[in-house]
């Protein structure tokens, strides 16, 4: 089948995000300009280039009581940390997925201990087996069919990287040893529990 994408798919759900598969999950948090702690999930995320390393992730639509609040956040502080979700983590990512207000301590809200970042002021999530420290880089607004929506693409440049010690082995990250948990479209998530090498020609 063939889908326009600016009428109905015909279809039970809309199927665009199973297309683009498997995401990876950055667990976002940030500080809002009260101080607040703020934990999000996003996976329109991903790493954008190398050197310096760079992060994006895509904020869609509001929440109840008005923007999502890791955008603004991050916008008026400056800083943010993507962790890792390991698969035993699922249910408190999810958790943290509630819309709940810009008051609210996420980190609280799921049961979730906070360990303090190196360069940032946003804490990372303790339990997580990765921490990227980032900067605000900037924010590219994007269309939205609902106007009371901002769709936006937020930027980070990555200043700092932890990485959990038992999970290098030989110096390399073991990815096979965190089970990264990973979205799928619907409902749906998947476990990377397999990985090999390929190399590229010359
Ligand atoms: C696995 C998962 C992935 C998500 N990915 C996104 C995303 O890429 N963009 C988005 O706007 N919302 C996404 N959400 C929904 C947000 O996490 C949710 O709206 C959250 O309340 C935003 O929190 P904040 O207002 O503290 O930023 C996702 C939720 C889950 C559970």
């Given at each position: 089948?063939?889908?326009?994408?600016?009428?109905?798919?015909g279809?039970?759900?809309?199927?665009?995000?199973?297309?683009?598969?498997?995401?990876?999950?950055?667990?976002?948090?940030?500080?809002?300009?009260?101080?607040?702690?703020?934990?999000?999930?996003?996976?329109?995320?991903?790493?954008?280039?190398?050197?310096?390393?760079?992060?994006?992730?895509?904020?869609?639509?509001?929440?109840?009581?008005?923007?999502?609040?890791?955008?603004?956040?991050?916008?008026?502080?400056?800083?943010?940390?993507?962790?890792?979700?390991?698969?035993?983590?699922?249910?408190?990512?999810?958790?943290?997925?509630?819309?709940?207000?810009?008051d609210?301590?996420?980190?609280?809200?799921?049961?979730?201990?906070?360990?303090?970042?190196?360069?940032v002021?946003?804490?990372?999530?303790?339990?997580?087996?990765?921490?990227?420290?980032?900067?605000?880089?900037?924010t590219?607004?994007?269309?939205?069919?609902?106007?009371?929506?901002?769709?936006v693409?937020?930027?980070?440049?990555?200043?700092?990287?932890?990485i959990?010690?038992?999970?290098?082995?030989?110096?390399?990250?073991?990815i096979?040893?965190?089970?990264?948990?990973?979205?799928?479209?619907?409902?749906?998530?998947?476990?990377?529990?397999?990985?090999?090498p390929?190399t590229?020609?010359?």
């Amino acid at each position: 089948m063939f889908i326009k994408t600016d009428g109905p798919h015909g279809l039970p759900r809309n199927p665009f995000l199973s297309c683009i598969v498997p995401r990876p999950i950055g667990w976002v948090s940030s500080l809002s300009a009260d101080g607040v702690f703020n934990l999000a999930p996003y996976s329109f995320f991903n790493g954008v280039a190398n050197a310096p390393p760079m992060v994006m992730f895509a904020s869609n639509g509001r929440q109840p009581h008005g923007p999502k609040d890791s955008v603004t956040n991050i916008e008026a502080t400056g800083e943010f940390v993507c962790n890792l979700v390991s698969e035993e983590l699922g249910e408190q990512m999810n958790a943290t997925s509630a819309s709940v207000s810009s008051d609210t301590d996420e980190f609280d809200l799921a049961g979730l201990e906070t360990e303090p970042s190196e360069l940032v002021k946003p804490p990372r999530v303790k339990a997580s087996p990765i921490h990227l420290e980032c900067t605000f880089h900037g924010t590219m607004e994007l269309p939205s069919n609902d106007p009371e929506a901002r769709n936006v693409i937020c930027v980070g440049r990555v200043i700092g990287i932890h990485i959990r010690d038992e999970v290098l082995k030989d110096g390399i990250i073991d990815i096979e040893s965190i089970r990264p948990l990973a979205r799928l479209g619907y409902r749906d998530y998947t476990v990377i529990e397999k990985a090999y090498p390929m190399t590229r020609p010359k």
